[in-house]
């Protein structure tokens, strides 16, 4: 069982900045590829970036490349996501979420374990 702990969103005016952080406890943290996913008000829950276990390679959603940048932090558990020059699309609950090692961490389906989410509000 792993248990995922969001923290950072909040309420930023557009071209701004957060972080997000997300602690992980319960498992090797090593063994698990790390994802982090969004749901806007009437929207199915879409991806926005993963890193795998090993760091040797991210992914991310075409709407975010280029603005938001994800790590990972060995000694401390964590998981990030620096997110910059904010939209107001950019607006919704985000969700930290771990796949285990042999899953396919580029697909929604190969995350198994998801965090209470933490919302992000870009104002205009």
């Known amino acids: 069982q792993v248990q995922l702990v969001e923290s950072g969103g909040g309420l930023v005016q557009a071209g701004g900045s957060l972080r997000l952080s997300c602690a992980a406890s319960?498992?090797?943290?090593?063994?698990?590829?790390m994802g982090w996913f969004r749901q806007a008000p009437g929207r199915e829950r879409e991806f926005v970036a993963a890193i795998c276990r090993t760091v040797a390679s991210t992914s991310y959603a075409t709407s975010v490349k280029g603005r938001f940048t994800v790590s990972r932090d060995y000694a401390k558990n964590s998981v990030y996501l620096q997110m910059n020059s904010l939209k107001p699309e950019d607006t919704a609950v985000y969700y930290c979420a771990a796949s285990p090692d042999g899953r396919n961490w580029l697909l929604r389906s190969g995350y198994d374990y998801w965090g209470q989410g933490t919302q992000v509000t870009v104002s205009s």
């Open positions: 319960g498992r090797t943290f090593s063994s698990l590829n």
